[in-house]
């Protein structure tokens, strides 16, 4: 998963044509990479997994 997630964030930043990885490029991919890998065991159905990723992207700080 997070090799994925790794090369998913490396193409979206040569797609900016750079050749380093910012943490808005992991963000931008992250939800793509992982929400369909989270299994949730909920009593409320119309929660995703998209909104669950974006949820923790939002709430966890980017380390600096």
Same mark, same amino acid.
């Not at 964030?9 to 910012?22: D, E, G, I, K």
């Not at 923790?56 to 709430?59: E, G, K, V």
């Given at each position: 998963v997070l090799? =994925?997630?790794r090369r998913g964030?490396?193409?979206?930043?040569?797609?900016? =044509? =750079?050749?380093?990885?910012?943490p808005d490029d992991v963000?931008?991919?992250a939800g793509a990479a992982l929400a369909h890998r989270v299994l949730?065991?909920?009593a409320r159905p119309?929660?995703?997994g998209a909104q669950v990723v974006a949820g923790?992207?939002?709430?966890v700080p980017v380390p600096l």
């Open positions: 090799f =994925r997630s964030a490396q193409a979206w930043a040569a797609m900016a =044509r =750079r050749a380093f990885v910012t963000q931008a991919v949730l065991a909920t119309d929660v995703t923790l992207l939002q709430t």
